[in-house]
């Protein structure tokens, strides 16, 4: 069965602290690996991993993916108060367009 | 442009009753979806739609119908609501199949089910 594993489920850190969400997979058929990011309400689009080893980066937030060990890391630097939200790694699985969601990481910034 | 827009943003329904939300994107998108999101569980897709006048169910439809009359509508119906369905719900579109990783998402419905 295709799933996804997010941890922790829950973060708190002080601004200013670097943060490494985790996600592992089990797929049949990957084809590649999103990240979005979930405020208070709608979740938005991060990145779209599909090759192994090549870092995916924009600002402060950078992102890599392990095809091999079946995982992937979303790092924060210099965390700020408007990073708090909930992370969610995505699969995408098979050719019949299914999405498979995790549970989220819900981060925590204190100032 | 606003986006994906939801109508309405919360709703409170007695068990056996009906209603539809509606979806609207400004974006010209091919593809719209509808989620739920319920506590302990990943987003879940009820039903999408690949173009104007298309429908396909997604991973949980039972209870649900749409309808993609416009490009730019999606709308979600509930003919007989079941607490089970209270939750919140989330559309979305993607500009075609080939980018559909990259889903916009409207700000969401909060639906309770008494």
């Known amino acids: 069965e295709d799933k996804v594993v997010q941890s922790p489920l829950s973060l708190v850190v002080h601004e200013g602290d670097t943060v490494t969400l985790n996600c592992s997979y089990e797929v049949t058929n990957f084809r590649s690996l999103l990240w979005y990011k979930q405020e208070k309400k709608a979740p938005t689009f991060l990145f779209m991993l599909t090759s192994s080893g090549i870092e995916k980066k924009s600002g402060r937030l950078s992102s890599i993916l392990d095809k091999k060990e079946l995982f992937s890391i979303l790092n924060i630097t210099a965390t700020q108060t408007g990073d708090s939200a909930i992370y969610l790694c995505v699969m995408n699985a098979g050719n019949n367009r299914k999405l498979i969601w995790g549970l989220g990481t819900s981060l925590a910034v204190n100032p | 442009n606003a986006g994906v827009t939801q109508t309405p943003k919360f709703r409170v329904l007695k068990t056996g009753q009906s209603m539809t939300l509606l979806c609207a994107q400004d974006?010209?998108?091919?593809?719209m979806y509808w989620y739920r999101q319920d506590p302990g569980m990943g987003l879940r897709l009820i039903h999408y739609?690949?173009?104007?006048?298309?429908?396909a169910k997604g991973e949980v439809p039972d209870g649900y119908n749409v309808s993609r009359l416009k490009k730019q509508n999606f709308l979600l119906g509930l003919e007989s609501a079941a607490p089970s369905q209270t939750s919140v719900y989330f559309c979305a579109s993607s500009l075609s199949g080939q980018s559909y990783n990259e889903q916009f998402f409207g700000p969401g419905t909060r639906l309770t089910v008494l």
């Open positions: 739609s690949v173009g104007e006048g298309t429908t």
């Open positions: 974006m010209n998108h091919e593809y």
